[in-house]
């Protein structure tokens, strides 16, 4: 069983900054892609951001240009940095692994981390 564990999300007021961390308890070397996914009170869960593992990023157009999605295969992380924070961003964030075995592909949720944009 892959685990996902999230971390990194506060208060932070606007205009600010924070970095979300996942990591996942095998190695995301040859993963099929990672991302990051976030569901405010009341709405559905929305994609973000993905990486592929051949590095390809993209990004939802309401985060394009301040948000950035990046991994450390390393330390088997997937980091997400948010700058120019909106109240509009506060959501719980998600990360999900697609890992690829044979001709499937199967996803791994961690449990989200809260982010708070205000004032």
């Known amino acids: 069983q892959v685990q996902l564990v999230e971390s990194g999300g506060g208060l932070v007021q606007p205009g600010g900054s924070l970095r979300l961390s996942c990591v996942v308890s095998?190695?995301?070397?040859?993963?099929?892609?990672m991302g990051w996914y976030r569901q405010a009170p009341g709405k559905q869960r929305e994609w973000v951001a993905t990486i592929t593992s051949g590095g390809t990023t993209s990004y939802s157009d309401s985060v394009k240009g301040r948000f950035t999605i990046s991994t450390d295969n390393a330390k088997n992380t997937v980091y997400l940095q948010m700058n120019s924070l909106k109240p509009e961003d506060t959501a719980n964030y998600f990360c999900?692994?697609?890992?690829?075995?044979?001709?499937?592909?199967?996803?791994?949720w961690g449990q989200g981390t809260q982010v708070t944009v205000s004032s």
């Open positions: 999900k692994l697609d890992l690829k075995q044979g001709v499937s592909i199967y996803p791994y």
């Open positions: 095998r190695s995301i070397f040859s993963i099929y892609a």
